[in-house]
């Protein structure tokens, strides 16, 4: 069972936020919500993670709903490099489980 | 520099004829694992090796072996490859437990098989 749920595409203007949602409505409470982003066919890379709490790094921020049910990855000032496939995925911040990629959301930003 | 190697980044090659794609790590992670991307399918895990010596298999492991002799290596073999296998290929490896930020990919190896 899919355990997120993404848009498959968006398009985001440069220099805009870029706002990629993503629902998680099963989320148990040990689990995390990551996101990845893949450019052009390189290998995936990791951008940032949360469990209850907003966060935000230098990549990106990350605001998780209360009920933790949904999430969305915000880019703050999207340039044309941060065309790529941005992956949410869920699972605990450690322990034996791999980690499962479903087909994210292509986002495209347009100059 | 922390890094996964694969070589080859492309390949091309015929019906039949044994390949090898070779994985190195540098970070001592323990765990390292072949994932396989096709259009419309996302990332699909091949095989998987928790430590030397330890390999299990994914979700899509027909058609492929793996050996991991060493913690750095995890080469992926593709004894008879057939078309269907035509394919981008990584490498990941990781500390176990797993920190999922702490995964680390290889830039890939496209491969095509006619």
């Known amino acids: 069972d899919a355990k997120t749920t993404q848009p498959p595409s968006m398009d985001c203007a440069e220099g805009r936020a870029a706002n990629l949602p993503c629902n998680h409505s099963t989320i148990s409470g040990n689990e995390y919500v990551y996101w990845y982003r893949q450019i052009h066919s390189q290998g995936p890379q990791y951008i940032i993670h949360g469990l209850k709490n907003n966060e935000t790094n230098e990549m990106a921020s990350l605001i998780i709903t209360e009920d933790r049910k949904s999430s969305t990855l915000i880019l703050p000032h999207a340039t044309l490099r941060d065309t790529a496939v941005y992956y949410c995925i869920v699972r605990p911040n450690f322990g034996n489980e791999k980690l499962t990629f479903g087909t994210g959301t292509r986002l495209t930003i347009i100059p | 520099e922390a890094q996964v190697t694969q070589n080859p980044r492309y390949l091309i090659t015929v019906t039949g004829k044994k390949l090898t794609v070779t994985c190195s790590q540098n970070m001592n992670h323990e765990y390292m694992s072949w994932y396989r991307q096709d259009p419309g399918l996302g990332l699909r895990q091949i095989y998987y090796s928790m430590n030397v010596e330890v390999t299990d298999k994914g979700d899509v492991p027909e058609g492929y072996k793996v050996s991991r002799k060493e913690k750095r290596n995890f080469p992926l073999i593709l004894e008879s490859p057939s078309p269907n296998q035509t394919s981008l290929y990584f490498c990941?490896?990781?500390?176990?437990?797993?920190?999922?930020?702490?995964?680390?990919f290889g830039s890939g190896t496209r491969l095509t098989v006619v």
């Open positions: 990941a490896s990781s500390t176990i437990p797993f920190f999922p930020y702490g995964y680390t």
